[in-house]
């Protein structure tokens, strides 16, 4: 089974497929069972707030944008559940924006 070279991985993410990554035999039959297996299926983040959640993503540490050369890095990948990953991607932050505004005393 053969690894993805950096520049493939550069080359995707210029193009705007990052999925591909994810989409790589290595990735699906190597990383992401080794990292689920290391982490013990377990999300990370919640573990570390004493809670007990099963993990769905793999997630890299350091945004594979900025660093594809380590997108294949076990160092570098932890397995977390999917709120956390959206958090951890600030993906929640206008959600949580907009339900603050709706209990604004002027509203009511």
């Known amino acids: 089974m053969r ?3 950096t520049s493939e ?3 995707w993410i210029a193009e705007g497929r990052e999925d591909k990554v994810y989409k790589q035999r290595y990735w699906t039959n190597v990383i992401r069972p080794t990292v689920m297996k290391k982490c013990n299926n377990e999300c990370q983040l919640c573990k570390r707030n004493g809670k007990h ?3 769905t ?3 890299h540490i350091k945004e594979l944008k900025m660093f594809p050369e380590l997108a294949y890095a076990l160092w570098n990948l932890i397995a977390v559940c999917w709120e956390c990953h959206e958090e951890e991607h600030e993906r929640f932050k206008y959600k949580s ?3 603050k505004e709706d209990l604004n005393d002027e509203r009511w």
């Open 97 to 99: 924006k907009e339900k």
């Open 57 to 59: 993503i793999i997630h």
């Open 3 to 5: 690894i993805p070279s």
């Open 53 to 55: 959640t099963k993990a």
């Open 9 to 11: 991985v550069k080359q």
